[in-house]
């Protein structure tokens, strides 16, 4: 079982919609990550939040939002996507962040994004 | 070159057969190792750590070898349910002193009746 949980687990929607991708982990993790992954692809690093703190962008286009509430949460807010937006999205947490330290990054099971 | 090269496979091996896997990091100062398991249409789990010194977990040994900058995976006794692709990561300092995550393409495996 996943300590790392996504919501919702898949999502359609159109190119001028809006959505959020949600991610919570209890384990008092204090770094966070969004990931986009195509198939037959290892997963792309697209954020890294630090402390709550935005540490890593990794040019990723701005119809692509993230968001950190707090230290358990994390959101993804998505808006005017392309087609080729369409992967899994998955959201890690370590327990410091990995560009200070060497902790293995845990994976929540992700959200199927399609793009029509 | 990249970073993290594996074998994309498939490997495809009997139940009970023992397989292993290799993944190369082309960076010096690579410091952390982890093999994930990823199953189809499913989040990347961690299987193990990596250590200096090689450790086992069951069924699975993971060994270092920094003189020639590879890890491994050997997996003993297969079962049809380790049929997934195994990823390598590395975390490796960066010129800018900062640490970076790299996954490996990875390598799978499909073990039959």
């Known amino acids: 079982d996943t300590e790392v949980t996504q919501t919702p687990k898949h999502l359609v929607m159109g190119m001028t919609n809006k959505k959020s991708l949600k991610c919570e982990q209890h384990?008092?993790?204090?770094?966070m990550y969004w990931y986009k992954q195509k198939a037959k692809k290892p997963p792309e690093l697209m954020f890294v939040y630090s402390y709550e703190k935005l540490s890593i962008n990794e040019s990723v286009p701005s119809r692509f939002s993230p968001e950190c509430p707090n230290s358990s949460l994390l959101n993804l807010h998505l808006h005017a996507l392309q087609p080729e937006d369409s992967a899994l999205y998955l959201c890690a947490s370590s327990r410091t962040p990995t560009e200070n330290s060497n902790q293995p990054q845990h994976f929540g099971d992700g959200t199927r994004l399609s793009i029509l | 070159r990249k970073e993290v090269e594996q074998d994309p496979g498939p490997f495809n091996v009997p139940e009970g057969a023992t397989v292993a896997f290799n993944c190369t990091y082309s960076n010096s100062a690579s410091q952390s190792f982890f093999w994930y398991r990823q199953d189809c249409r499913k989040e990347p789990k961690l299987l193990m750590s990596?250590?200096?010194s090689g450790n086992e977990d069951g069924r699975f040994t993971a060994q270092l070898n920094r003189a020639s900058q590879y890890i491994s995976l050997l997996i003993r006794d297969s079962k049809l349910s380790d049929s997934a692709t195994y990823l390598c990561v590395v975390i490796s300092s960066m010129d800018t002193g900062r640490r970076a995550l790299t996954f490996g393409s990875g390598t799978r495996l499909q073990v039959q009746p």
């Open positions: 384990m008092g993790h204090r770094a």
């Open positions: 990596v250590y200096s």
